[in-house]
Nanobody, 121 residues
Framework: QVQLVESGGGLVQAGGSLRLSCAAS????????MGWYRQAPGKQRELVAR???????NYADSVKGRFTISRDNAKNTVYLQMNSLKPEDTAVYYCNADIVTVGVYGGADYWGQGTQVTVSS
C-alpha cells in the first residue's frame, strides 16, 4: 500500500518557474526510481524526467536545460524544478515511482493523481 501525492502545480506566466513535489507514503522497503510524466491536451503521456536509485537521470529533450529533477531520500520525495516555462509545457504532471512494498518483491509502478501546470503567454 503506497500513495504518491503531488503538489506545486498552478498557473504561471511564460518565462516563470514552478517547483513540483511528490511524496511517497505507506510501507516502503525501497524505491528503485522516481520520475515525472506529463500529458498535454491532445498529446500522449511522455516522460519528463526520471532519477534512479543509482542517481542515473534522464530528461526529455524538450525540457533539458530548463528542468531539474532531484530527490530527498529521507523523505521519500522527488522534486521537479521547472524554469523558463513555455506555453507548450502546459499539461497535467504525474509523479511515478517504482517501489518495493508489502507483497511486491520485485517492485511495481505507482502513480500520483496528477497536478495541473498551466503556462500563459
Amino acid at each position: 500500500q503506497v500513495q504518491l501525492v503531488e503538489s506545486g502545480g498552478g498557473l504561471v506566466q511564460a518565462g516563470g518557474s514552478l517547483r513540483l513535489s511528490c511524496a511517497a507514503s505507506g510501507i516502503i522497503f525501497s524505491i528503485n526510481a522516481m520520475g515525472w510524466y506529463r500529458q498535454a491536451p491532445g498529446k500522449q503521456r511522455e516522460l519528463v524526467a526520471r532519477i534512479t536509485r543509482r542517481d542515473s537521470i534522464n530528461y526529455a529533450d524538450s525540457v533539458k536545460g530548463r528542468f531539474t529533477i532531484s530527490r530527498d531520500n529521507a523523505k521519500n520525495t522527488v522534486y521537479l524544478q521547472m524554469n523558463s516555462l513555455k506555453p507548450e509545457d502546459t499539461a497535467v504532471y504525474y509523479c511515478n515511482a517504482d517501489i518495493v512494498t508489502v507483497g511486491v518483491y520485485g517492485g511495481a509502478d505507482y502513480w500520483g493523481q496528477g497536478t495541473q501546470v498551466t503556462v500563459s503567454s
